[in-house]
T-cell receptor
Framework: DARVTQTPRDKVTEMGQEVTMRCQPI?????VFWYRQTMMQGLELLAYFRNRAPLDDSGMPKDRFSAEMPDATLATLKIQPSEPRDSAVYFCASGRQGVLYNEQFFGPGTRLTVL | GQQLNQSPQSMFIQEGEDVSMNCTSS?????WLWYKQDPGEGPVLLIA?????ELTSNGRLTAQFGITRKDSFLNISASIPSDVGIYFC????????????FGKGTKLSVKP
């Protein structure tokens, strides 16, 4: 049963600290998305990659957020320095994007609390 | 940018009732997806729709891609307690490279 995995599941940190979230997409999926979910804003797209190349990161605060895909099995989202307003649940999703289909499968999320 | 209006925001169900929710937009979409999210988990894909007018079922769930391409609905028949959760619609705008626009969700709860 193929699933997207994310680590850590929960992270509590202090303002100013660096946070790294990791995602392992489903094997064979060529597109990886990072989302942030809050009560106020709902699901917001932060960035996404196709075949490991960044396609769009316009949803991310550029000064403190960065997203990378060092290889096909790992995507990372970093926040440095973290701020209390970054507290949210961060989801990674992967999919096989093509002309005929566009389905995204979500991981369980990383719940981030910045004190 | 494009937005999706999802309604209702919340609803209460009694076991056995049929449930209906929908998403509308002022712009067209190429794909509609419906997800369900349980507390502490990520959204789970329920149904994907790719053609205007398409009607697709998944067990007790039925969803349709509106003819105008600006709306979609999801029906749940004979609801059961495990149907509670938050349901999201998502649409892929024309010209996008795979990114989706999500509705704000419909929260389904059990009637006290």
């Amino acid at each position: 049963d193929a699933r997207v995995t994310q680590t850590p599941r929960d992270k509590v940190t202090e303002m100013g600290q660096e946070v790294t979230m990791r995602c392992q997409p489903i094997l064979g999926h060529n597109t990886v998305f990072w989302y942030r979910q809050t009560m106020m804003q709902g699901l917001e797209l932060l960035a996404y990659f196709r075949n490991r190349a960044p396609l769009d990161d316009s949803g991310m605060p550029k000064d403190r957020f960065s997203a990378e895909m060092p290889d096909a099995t790992l995507a990372t989202l970093k926040i440095q320095p973290s701020e209390p307003r970054d507290s949210a649940v961060y989801f990674c999703a992967s999919g096989r994007q093509g002309v005929l289909y566009n389905e995204q499968f979500f991981g369980p999320g990383t719940r981030l609390t910045v004190l | 940018g494009q937005q999706l209006n999802q309604s209702p925001q919340s609803m209460f169900i009694q076991e056995g009732e049929d449930v209906s929710m929908n998403c509308t937009s002022s712009s067209i979409f190429n794909t509609w997806l419906w997800y369900k999210q349980d507390p502490g988990e990520g959204p789970v894909l329920l149904i994907a729709l790719y053609k205007a007018g398409e009607l697709t079922s998944n067990g007790r769930l039925t969803a349709q891609f509106g003819i105008t391409r600006k709306d979609s609905f999801l029906n749940i028949s004979a609801s059961i307690p495990s149907d509670v959760g938050i349901y999201f619609c998502a649409g892929q705008p024309p010209g996008s490279q795979g990114n989706l626009i999500f509705g704000k969700g419909t929260k389904l709860s059990v009637k006290p």
